[in-house]
């Protein structure tokens, strides 16, 4: 099973965590006739704490809420990641989805329904998936009159892994995000990373390229164990930009090295989940090395609060 704290979770969340990206993939790989029950403009994100606390260890899911349009119910959409095979996801899932109607009916005492989750795996491994796709593939033996009595249901697989032809669809972010996964296990990652700068550089708003590329460049050092801090400034040395706040991020890169993002990063995520950091808070990260970053970025997936990351 996928630990939540490696680089692949990491980078997974906080791009499918940017709405507008989760909300473009969705718009080109769901299916017509979901998309025609669902509106995408009402797309938010369900916190964290609508994961039961005993799941929180064992999944990396991002769930999104989107209405219904025809009436106030809403559909939760759950992504789960994986980056390599998990045999049991689909038991994974019903935990997941059986622990969310648990706190639904907490949250509404006087429902009589629960709202619908639609089950989304991304996939990105080297290996095939050959994970079963049917909760009653799980079971054996199950004679045909014990099949009312045992679960079933499906999941939609979207596999990202270069053994596949998937296309890769939507806007910049969603390509570049969607390609970054593809490649990261590639024999060549510094060829990859340059053609992923491309795309960068072609990005309008510089805020968001600017976080794009600490994020991109923080995934591939930790995540291909192949691509050191050495390579990536070096990289950046190649990069031919005009633009001066693009050019000021890659200057301050080269001196400074990576630990200047992953505090960055750090930051947003406090901000995301536990709302804008104290100025104690941000000297802390700001005086942090780079192994106690990592190790607070990681924990901050599973933390309750501000304190357990940061004890």
Do not use: C
């Amino acid at each position: 099973m996928d630990t939540i704290a490696n680089p692949h979770d990491a980078f997974f969340r906080e791009s499918f965590g940017r709405r507008e990206i989760a909300q473009d993939f969705l718009r080109h790989q769901l299916r017509a006739p979901l998309l025609a029950v669902i509106d995408l403009e009402t797309l938010e994100i369900a916190k964290d704490s609508y994961v039961a606390q005993d799941l929180r260890a064992s999944f990396s899911d991002l769930v999104y809420r989107v209405g219904n349009g025809a009436s106030q119910l809403s559909i939760y959409l759950l992504f789960e990641h994986k980056s390599r095979p998990e045999h049991w996801i689909l038991l994974q899932l019903l935990r997941y989805i059986t622990a969310a109607g648990d706190e639904y009916r907490k949250q509404h005492p006087k429902a009589r329904h629960l709202p619908p989750v639609y089950p989304l795996v991304i996939y990105h491994g080297r290996r095939r998936w050959r994970a079963p796709t049917t909760f009653h593939a799980l079971v054996s033996p199950l004679p045909p009159v014990l099949t009312p009595f045992v679960p079933q249901f499906t999941y939609t697989l979207h596999d990202l892994s270069p053994r596949t032809n998937a296309e890769i669809k939507g806007a910049l972010l969603t390509r570049l995000v969607q390609l970054a996964m593809r490649w990261i296990f590639s024999e060549q990652p510094i060829e990859r990373l340059r053609e992923l700068f491309a795309l960068i550089e072609q990005i309008e708003d510089q805020t968001t390229a600017l976080e794009m590329l600490e994020s991109l460049l923080r995934y591939y050092v930790q995540g291909t164990q192949r691509v050191d801090e050495q390579d990536a400034r070096l990289l950046l040395q190649q990069t031919r930009t005009g633009d001066p706040i693009m050019q000021t991020f890659i200057d301050r890169y080269i001196e400074q090295g990576i630990e200047q993002g992953e505090a960055n990063v750090l930051l947003r995520q406090i901000a995301w989940k536990f709302g804008p950091p104290s100025e104690s808070v941000r000297q802390r990260i700001a005086a942090a090395d780079a192994d106690t970053l990592l190790h607070w970025s990681e924990r901050i997936l599973t933390a309750d609060s501000l304190e357990a990351v940061l004890h």
